[in-house]
């Protein structure tokens, strides 16, 4: 299993945008997802996390700003970034506690980092 992350790039200051991250080969059930970030010369950072049951939770710098969710095929996760702001300026990292099927084993995946640029 691969986690495929999509959706960076360069925005004006005030901007959106949708980053997705999906389970691939497909199947299976998100049991736990978050994004993470990490800017130039820091720690990464936890941004945003989704339950089984979609109950979520925010760092509070994106609080109100950012939303995540997943889809109905449990199989993709998004994070719509809105009102972007230069601080927020970061590689934007995937996470998933995944399981395959029942009785399968929950394991732990992280996605390629998505670069996501904020201009002023």
């Known amino acids: 299993v691969q986690l495929q992350a999509s959706g960076g790039g360069l925005v004006h200051a005030g901007g959106s945008l949708r980053l997705s991250c999906s389970v691939s080969?497909?199947?299976?059930?998100?049991?736990?997802g978050s994004w993470y970030r990490q800017a130039p010369g820091q720690a990464r950072e936890l941004v945003a996390t989704?339950?089984?049951?979609?109950?979520?939770d925010y760092a509070h710098s994106v609080k109100g700003r950012f939303t995540v969710s997943k889809d109905s095929a449990d199989n993709t996760m998004y994070l719509q970034m809105n009102s972007l702001q230069p601080e927020d300026t970061a590689v934007y990292y995937c996470?998933?506690?995944?399981?395959?099927?029942?009785?399968?084993?929950?394991?732990?995946?992280w996605g390629r980092g998505t670069q996501v640029t904020v201009s002023s």
């Open positions: 996470y998933m506690l995944h399981r395959k099927g029942l009785g399968r084993p929950t394991v732990e995946y």
């Open positions: 080969p497909s199947g299976g059930s998100i049991r736990v």
């Open positions: 989704i339950s089984s049951d979609s109950n979520t």
